[in-house]
């Protein structure tokens, strides 16, 4: 059972690669908090290589299912005062992992800025993002498109969208500095017709990330030293 599209595109196909890119970040044995953490599939992975998990999701009926690989789960929206109350009373934590749900956040600058408080001085954020400047994106637009669908790019409940540029400053405007920086490839275009192109894939993915990389992953840790920056203007706080 699953809850949720993006549970049901693992439940289907298993983890994506910017998944595997984003457990790979994370040292083993450390105690994680998963934002977003939807039914455990991640939590699930790292709790088998021997690290504890904290998971925070707003949707309970998938809190409930991830509530059997993790040690804990916070049901609540992050950019509450509730839930970051709740959050920093379980602190600090080895890792913070926040795999695609920075995006739909009313506040991703601000979230990364509480979140980075949270982290051991060692800690480290992993972050993943999609980029919206994938090829796939950037033809839609060319043609005037913009589909919304129930995942990926044009999912309608991104509140932001990033690409390679942008996020790095987010990641900088949120107190973090970036020490690692990896792509998730896509199929390339024709890919499925020649099938040798599928030998290109991740190498096109890290030659020229701001066009053919699916997903962007930072691996950062908490710039102490960094002033506050604010992102860009923001909506208002109204419910979801």
Do not use: K
């Amino acid at each position: 059972m699953t809850a949720g599209p993006y549970a049901a595109l693992v439940a289907a196909h298993g983890l994506s690669p910017a998944h595997r890119l984003v457990l790979d970040a994370v040292p083993p044995d450390a105690r994680v908090l998963d934002v977003g953490c939807a039914t455990g599939y991640l939590a699930a992975e790292l709790t088998a290589c021997g690290g504890a998990v904290v998971g925070v999701e707003a949707d309970p009926a998938a809190a409930r299912f991830a509530a059997a690989h993790c040690e804990r789960v916070i049901t609540g929206d992050v950019e509450t005062g509730e839930c970051r109350e709740a959050l920093a009373a379980l602190a600090p934590f080895d890792a913070v992992v926040c795999a695609d749900v920075l995006e739909h956040l009313r506040d991703p600058w601000g979230a990364l800025r509480f979140l980075g408080t949270l982290l051991r001085p060692d800690g480290r954020a992993v972050l993943s993002v999609p980029n919206t400047g994938h090829w796939t994106a950037r033809r839609a637009l060319l043609r005037g498109r913009f589909p919304y669908a129930d995942h990926g790019l044009f999912d309608r409940t991104h509140l932001r969208f990033f690409t390679r540029a942008s996020a790095r400053d987010l990641a900088a405007a949120g107190g973090l500095r970036v020490r690692a920086e990896r792509f998730a490839p896509a199929p390339l275009p024709l890919q499925a017709h020649v099938g040798a192109l599928g030998r290109l894939e991740g190498p096109a993915a890290r030659a020229w990330p701001e066009l053919f990389a699916l997903q962007v992953v930072l691996e950062c840790e908490a710039d102490r030293e960094a002033p506050a920056v604010s992102g860009p203007s923001r909506p208002g706080r109204a419910s979801r």
